[in-house]
């Protein structure tokens, strides 16, 4: 077979088709080491995302567990360190009907036990004749002694029911302000003592009220009376002991541990892929953590009085509890009120379909009122243009002044976040109708803006 210069004549050229196979060869596997690297990157990426979730969760979790020792630990730090706030809590029980009947009878049996009956009756009868009279009286002894009960408890009401034992009880409270630190804490002093884990309060100046009352109304023998230390018991329960030490450690964390629960959640959120729903599920979980301890209070209420001894005036203590708790469940409607704002606003402001839909409504609804407020004459002059154009600057303000307000608010309520939110959306509506060209709604309710909004994930 003739050759040419090429190879054999009538065969395939044999070293172009190897050339080819090789860079084929090259080719397929840059290929499978892109697709490797995109692969890598992509589960690289994944990993991160999880990794990022995972460590949002617990940052989110750690907050809303810190949320209901945080609300504690502010009342402790607060009710404790402030002398007027203590005072201002107290001093309603001054007035109180159950604590002014329990106050009545503890004095009442403390100055009987000390009330000389004998020299009473030598008050009335000479000297000589006091045994007649005792024998004449005969089984009228007893009658005799409630009679004098009875006097001496219309005095002791009479006393507790004066602007006398108002003075008494708030200017005691507020030497003895340490009362409510000797309950959590066992530090303190003073007029208020802590002894087998009952908190109780002298109530000698009551008694002294008292004696002079009954001098004044002929019963001399009352000076004879010497000074009479009775205690009312403001708190008694056999888990006070115990729980000094954990009450002590959140009085010193004061307002710093509901900062760190916050700030624990407002870093959960940031580290969350998807923002808008780990705000929205923080807030619920952070309002429901701290409902629990609201339930909590009351439960422990129940169980409280329940292990109670028979001594103690179940209606009085029952009025001391719910006194000195009262601005602890103010504090827990202010965060589950907040919370609930917080976790519906940030949904309201959301993509969603239904958030879409209510915003559709709410802009329908003020065109409404505008249009029919134009047909009636009204013309918002330089004024509608003007807003329109700031728009989103005025809302963000608006939404700052509201916040502002309630950080500045001394001691807000629950009500105040609820109107405080409502005050800002009546501002937003007027914004709204102000405005004369109000966003456009979805056309339909499956029809979402896709717009992303600033910050949005």
Not at 98 to 121: E, Y
Request: glycine residues 10%; charged residues 20%; neutral net charge.
């Amino acid at each position: 077979m003739a050759e040419t210069p090429d190879g054999p004549v009538g065969g395939a050229p044999t070293g172009g088709g190897d050339a080819a196979q090789e860079e084929l060869r090259e080719l397929r596997a840059r290929i499978a080491a892109l697709e490797s690297g995109h692969r890598g990157r992509g589960e690289g990426r994944a990993s991160r995302h999880r990794a990022r979730s995972v460590l949002a969760v617990v940052l989110i979790v750690l907050g809303c567990l810190l949320a209901p020792l945080g609300v504690v630990a502010a009342w402790s730090a607060d009710i404790v360190g402030d002398t007027d706030r203590y005072v201002q809590t107290v001093q309603p029980l001054a007035a109180d009907e159950d604590i002014q009947k329990a106050v009545a009878g503890r004095v009442t049996d403390a100055v009987m036990s000390h009330l000389d009956l004998p020299a009473l009756l030598q008050d009335v009868a000479p000297a000589d004749q006091g045994p007649l009279l005792q024998k004449a009286l005969g089984k009228l002894g007893d009658s005799l002694e409630d009679a004098v009960r009875s006097f001496v408890q219309d005095k002791t009401q009479a006393v507790v029911a004066s602007g006398a034992f108002q003075r008494i009880w708030t200017d005691a409270n507020r030497r003895v302000h340490s009362a409510l630190d000797k309950a959590l804490t066992g530090s303190g002093g003073g007029a208020v003592k802590l002894e087998n884990d009952t908190v109780t309060i002298d109530l000698a100046p009551v008694v002294e009220e008292v004696k002079q009352r009954l001098v004044d109304d002929g019963l001399t023998v009352a000076e004879k009376i010497p000074q009479v230390h009775t205690s009312f018991t403001v708190l008694r329960s056999e888990e006070i002991g115990k729980a000094k030490t954990y009450f002590r450690l959140l009085q010193l964390a004061g307002v710093w541990l509901p900062v760190a629960a916050v700030l624990l959640v407002a870093a959960g959120v940031l580290l969350a892929t998807r923002r808008r729903r780990a705000l929205v599920a923080a807030a619920l979980c952070f309002a429901l953590a701290t409902l629990l301890l609201g339930i909590a209070l009351t439960v422990f209420r129940v169980v409280y009085l329940d292990a109670l001894p028979a001594d103690v005036s179940q209606a009085a203590a029952g009025t001391v509890y719910d006194t000195l708790t009262r601005f602890l469940r103010t504090g827990v409607r202010v965060v589950v009120a907040l919370g609930v704002v917080v976790a519906l606003a940030a949904w309201l402001t959301g993509p969603g379909r239904r958030a879409g839909l209510v915003r559709g409504l709410w802009h329908s609804g003020i065109g409404a009122v505008r249009t029919t407020a134009d047909h009636a004459g009204m013309r918002t002059g330089p004024v509608g243009p003007f807003v329109d154009r700031y728009r989103t600057w005025i809302n963000w303000i608006l939404t700052g002044a509201a916040v502002l307000a309630y950080v500045l608010w001394s001691y807000p309520t629950g009500w105040v976040v609820i109107g405080l939110a409502l005050a800002l959306l009546f501002a937003l509506s007027v914004v709204d109708f102000l405005a004369p060209s109000a966003p456009s709604a979805p056309s339909a309710p499956g029809v979402v803006s896709t717009t992303k909004e600033p910050g949005a994930p």
